[in-house]
């Protein structure tokens, strides 16, 4: 049995169509159309990228909870903004820029299928393909939201965040695309942590460093700062946890033949990474403070989820298990370097993603042997498994070729949208009061708006922000209340006092009454009379007033 590919060499990888031969057909072979059973790979392909979509709200949650509860909203609004303006931006030319196959493709960028509409024929496979890569398009800009947390200017971001499918759709290209030079070369990259992680991270650090530190964040040395709410970062782990599954498992690109044996080997080998890392995390956070730190086991975690994502498929346990445990290490240690490098990233972003999956990479060129079932690995083997160093030099160059191009082009869209349309940074006062009450007008109690305010005054470029009412109150009924505390309220009932100050012009529609009684028990009961009076009683409020019984 022979497995026949798309292309003319017999290399399989998680965006190829391929069936298998049953005639030991040679790969000299005219390509052959998408198997008549793609439906049940994508089916799972489809199925996976839901799940992955859960990611957004596991990064919305993870980010909200390392940072001060006043900006929590607005990370979550970050994350709604990847989606529908990355969405939007990937459909018009991303898909063209990463897999487009027209006369003006080159081993460096597709052509192609700007604002993907494909006919009846190809539009199950076409689509398929778009969704999934989709979710990995929108993955890429939401790490950059979390690293520059807490005084990135909401209007900048969302500028950037529509220009950012840019960063990430090029790399895809080089990796995936039946026309990129590092796919040619031999690249493996099954899951992303290199065209995603590697990416997204690399993109981070230059956001951070451009956008500097949060006001005083290292006036006092440069331990970390308390989360607003761990149990937030926790939650949110979870949900990244169970997105990578999909992310992951997915990325075998179907369920057919063989491809279900990789599919069940790749959901083993992210769990036990993650839980080796997770073990690392824990034992270095119990050395280091004498108790465990939510950072450093959240970040350790996800460390390991990296590490394995770039060789899911092709690990054996005990590879994935020492991958995942040096990725673990590889996140918690790195934090304080960047923290002493005073690049301000809150949520870890530059160290989980960007290092770890560098590490990733790199650990396919150490530990993988060649994949003889899909020849995912084109016969090249790792450095320890007799392989030599060309698997290794591949891995390396294509973290330098991402890593650069995603550092040089976030520079440039960063720098063109702080110059020419609007600062990349809050103002003080934005940042002092959070960019919850700022951007989106919402007002918390005892997390330090009131004293921010009350120092800095609530008109701010020209505008007036005293009518944000604090939230959960209902400031109707706040209103009512001011107004009857003034009434004379003896004799009075409820209902006649709220009716003096308020102007309900609804009649209430009196709906005939039923006897449960009889009905159930075939006799009245005397029930009762009910007093609905306020009377006032001697007992007095702080502020002098009689109070309501």
């Known amino acids: 049995m022979a497995l026949k590919s798309n292309n003319t060499d017999l290399t399989i990888d998680q965006f190829e169509n ?15 159309q998408p198997p008549p059973d793609f439906g049940n790979d994508a089916a799972w392909i489809l199925t996976s990228t839901f799940i992955i979509f859960t990611m957004q709200s596991g990064f919305g949650l993870l980010e909200s909870g390392a940072v001060s509860m006043k900006n929590e909203t607005n ?5 709604v903004v990847d989606v529908v303006l990355g969405g939007i931006t990937y459909w018009l030319f991303g898909y063209a820029l990463s897999f487009g196959e027209s006369e003006w493709t080159t081993p460096f960028c597709g052509w192609g299928s700007f604002a993907l509409n494909p006919g009846e024929e190809a539009m199950g496979e076409v689509y398929t393909k778009f969704f999934f890569q989709l979710s990995f398009a929108t993955t890429a800009t939401t790490i950059v939201s979390g690293a520059v947390a807490e005084r990135f200017n909401f209007v900048a971001y ?18 995936w695309g039946n026309h990129g030079f590092l796919r040619k070369l031999g690249v493996v990259d099954i899951a992303g942590s290199c065209g995603v992680h590697v990416c997204g991270g690399s993109s981070a650090l230059v956001a951070a460093r451009m956008v500097g ?4 964040r290292y006036d006092q040395g440069e331990s970390p700062l308390p989360m607003g709410s761990p149990t937030n970062a926790i939650l949110g782990m979870f949900m990244l946890w169970w997105g990578w599954l999909g992310f992951n498992c997915g990325s075998t690109y179907g369920i057919s033949g063989p491809l279900w044996k990789y599919a069940a080997r790749t959901a083993v080998t992210t769990l036990l990474s993650s839980i080796g890392a997770g073990l690392i995390g824990m034992g270095v956070s119990w050395y280091k403070n004498h108790r465990l730190e939510i950072g450093d086991v959240v970040n350790s975690v996800l460390g390991g989820l990296v590490s394995v994502t770039a060789g899911c498929a092709l690990y054996t346990t005990w590879e994935a298990l020492a991958v995942g445990t040096v990725g673990g290490l590889i996140a918690v240690m790195a934090m304080p370097m960047f923290d002493k490098l005073h690049i301000d990233d809150p949520v870890g972003a530059t160290s989980v993603h960007g290092l770890c999956g560098i590490w990733a990479m790199l650990a396919i060129g150490l530990f993988v042997k060649a994949d003889m079932l899909l020849r995912m690995t084109r016969d090249k083997a790792g450095l320890f498994r007799g392989g030599g160093f060309y698997l290794l030099g591949v891995q390396a160059l294509s973290c330098l070729c991402v890593s650069v191009w995603s550092m040089f082009s976030t520079f440039i869209i960063l720098t063109v949208i702080d110059k020419f349309f609007i600062s990349i940074r809050m103002s003080e006062w934005e940042e002092l009061v959070g960019a919850d009450f700022a951007e989106h007008g919402i007002r918390r109690r005892n997390i330090g708006v009131s004293r921010a ?13 005293s009518d944000i009412a604090p939230m959960g109150d209902n400031p109707c009924h706040q209103k009512v209340l001011s107004e009857m505390k003034a009434l004379s309220r003896r004799g009075s009932t ?13 009649k209430k529609i009196k709906l005939p009454s039923i006897n449960f009684d009889c009905l159930f028990f075939g006799r009245k009961k005397k029930r009762p009379k009910s007093t609905n009076k306020i009377h006032v009683v001697p007992l007095q409020s702080q502020e002098g007033f009689g109070i309501w019984e």
């Open 18 to 32: 391929f069936t298998l031969n049953l005639d030991n057909q040679t790969n000299n072979e005219a390509p052959t």
């Open 75 to 79: 990370i979550m609004v970050k994350n």
């Open 158 to 175: 969302v500028l950037f965040s529509t220009i950012n499918t840019v960063i990430y759709c090029i790399p895809a290209g080089w990796l």
């Open 213 to 216: 530190p949060r006001l005083g």
């Open 453 to 465: 305010v009350s120092v800095l005054g609530l008109q701010h470029h020209g505008y007036d922000y």
């Open 494 to 506: 409820v209902s006649k006092a709220v009716a003096q100050v308020t102007d309900n012009k609804a």
